[in-house]
């Protein structure tokens, strides 16, 4: 059974850094997408960053673009997300998700799920 494991959650000041990381087991996503999802308290979880088996072809959305890098170790089995310039409104807890089916970058679902890792940004 495939189980996705996030660390580097915290609480940190805006304009800090955050790196996030999620290490799968139990099946190879090398050829899948593989991503993060964010959901704020009273909100949906939303897409905020994914990538293509290969790396090559990557979406953010509107709120996260410039400031936020997502990343892959096909070989490590785990992708990253690099996070600066923190906000308030990042505020959330941070799933990592993997495909178990081929999708297009921007799509927002998914088939494996963390369990999620807290980011608390004060301002």
């Known amino acids: 059974q495939a189980q996705l494991v996030e660390s580097g959650g915290g609480s940190v000041q805006a304009g800090d850094s955050l790196r996030l990381s999620c290490a799968a087991s139990?099946?190879?996503?090398?050829?899948?997408?593989m991503g993060w999802f964010r959901q704020a308290p009273g909100k949906e979880r939303e897409l905020v960053a994914a990538?293509?088996?290969?790396?090559?072809?990557?979406y953010y959305s509107d709120s996260v673009k410039g400031r936020f890098t997502i990343s892959r170790d096909n070989a490590k089995n785990t992708v990253y997300l690099q996070m600066n310039s923190l906000k308030p409104e990042d505020t959330a807890v941070y799933y990592c998700?993997?495909?178990?089916?081929?999708?297009?970058?921007?799509?927002?679902?998914?088939?494996?799920w963390g369990q999620g890792t807290q980011v608390t940004v004060s301002s």
């Open positions: 990538i293509n088996w290969s790396g090559r072809d990557t």
């Open positions: 998700a993997a495909d178990a089916i081929s999708r297009k970058v921007d799509m927002p679902l998914s088939d494996y």
């Open positions: 139990g099946r190879r996503f090398s050829s899948n997408r």
